[in-house]
């Protein structure tokens, strides 16, 4: 067997994200949701397993450790893995991976402690059978990942198989899109009631806009995935996961305007194919404007996140002017609006001209970004 029926689960997560992740395991039931960096680790049965993966909107894995032990070099790595019975997980005729993610002044580089933890199960097949199993980097039977942290390696399956940022739903990006988990992420923190205006003037590929819309119309954000990871593990329970994928089927709900606006007819035309691909062409109005240009709902609240684009070729005085032109146009357009802006341009936003009533900071990729609220108030702010 691969998991009791009460096992430990880490739900790795980008920065900044760990609290609202632990929210959405907490709300799926799971027990004693525990913040760590980076990750939430919690505990349930099999069904939990499956619901994570189907339901978590803010998760990139799902990990199930399996082994926990400690090395100080190469050699204490391969004797621990090739002492671990790998044959009761998988045979011969199984692929397999191993990720490895290594921050430790004891090994000289992640590469090099994968590639030695691979020889290990492999030698320890070749040893006891006089066959090894095959590596598949694309499409293994079972990724196994491998953490050290100083001395400390834990040894995980990894039940989700591609990020679970992989929706499934996208047939196009546009360049530098929107990671979906942490716009699933952005719209937690925004606090979106999920029946109010949401707006997206900048929305790229539909990122945000379907997100938003999967959220609003309790729609599982891994209903659109062919394949999840633990289908290929021996203990894989194909009836229990079909009750479960059955009960998150869309559900008709409410439709609060939900609206998609960009200059670019090739964003927008993009967004148009993957709210299709994702049966939510009716959900989300699109828009081919500029800011300027475009007026959201007028309706007594909403809000309204924005990615600013940022080419690294403006000179710094066109980025700065920008940022001044979205401030101006949200005093005007936006009043009963919580405006949301998430950029890594520190100074630029200093431009925006309003004061932030909240600021968090997050991570796209390795730049340090500012997810900043600016509530825009009808009349004057003293009253409020």
């Known amino acids: 067997m691969i998991m009791a029926e009460d096992n430990q689960y880490i739900a790795k997560t980008f920065p900044g994200l760990e609290e609202v992740l632990a929210g959405e395991i907490r709300a799926l039931g799971a027990d004693q949701a525990e913040v760590l960096k980076r990750a939430v680790k919690f505990r349930g049965n099999k069904a939990m397993l499956y619901r994570s993966n189907l339901h978590l909107h803010t998760a990139l894995k799902v990990l199930v450790p399996i082994k926990k032990f400690s090395c100080e070099n190469e050699d204490q790595l391969y004797q621990a893995l090739y002492e671990h019975p790998w044959e009761e997980l998988f045979n011969l005729y199984n692929t397999f991976v191993i990720d490895g993610v290594v921050n430790s002044h004891l090994f000289k580089h992640s590469h090099y402690a994968a590639l030695k933890a691979k020889d290990a199960i492999v030698d320890r097949f070749r040893n006891k059978y006089n066959k090894r199993p095959s590596i598949d980097k694309n499409k293994p039977d079972f990724r196994i990942n491998l953490h050290i942290y100083r001395d400390q390696c834990t040894l995980s399956l990894d039940s989700s198989g591609e990020s679970l940022h992989k929706r499934g739903y996208k047939a196009k ?186 600021k968090c900071t997050l991570y796209n990729g390795p730049l340090e970004c500012k997810f900043q609220k600016y509530s825009i108030y009808k009349g004057s702010l003293k009253k409020k």
Request: hydrophobic share 35%.
């Open 173 to 358: 990006n546009v360049k530098a899109p929107l990671n979906e988990v942490l716009a699933a992420g952005l719209i937690l923190l925004s606090g979106w009631d999920k029946s109010s205006s949401f707006v997206d003037p900048m929305c790229g590929s539909g990122t945000l806009p379907i997100e938003a819309a999967l959220m609003a119309h309790n729609i599982a954000p891994g209903w659109y995935r062919q394949q999840f990871g633990f289908e290929t593990w021996h203990d894989f329970d194909h009836l229990l996961f079909q009750e479960l994928k059955n009960k998150s089927r869309p559900q008709p709900g409410k439709h609060p305007p939900i609206h998609g606006c960009d200059i670019s007819q090739q964003a927008i035309e993009t967004s148009k194919n993957n709210l299709q691909q994702a049966g939510l062409s009716k959900q989300v109005m699109l828009f081919e404007q500029s800011l300027a240009q475009y007026t959201p709902p007028n309706t007594d609240k909403g809000v309204v996140i924005m990615n600013p684009p940022y080419d690294q070729k403006l000179k710094e005085k066109d980025i700065l002017a920008f940022y001044k032109s979205i401030g101006d146009i949200l005093k005007k357009k936006y009043e009963g609006y919580d405006v949301w802006i998430f950029s890594h341009h520190m100074k630029a936003l200093k431009n925006i001209g309003l004061h932030p009533s909240s």
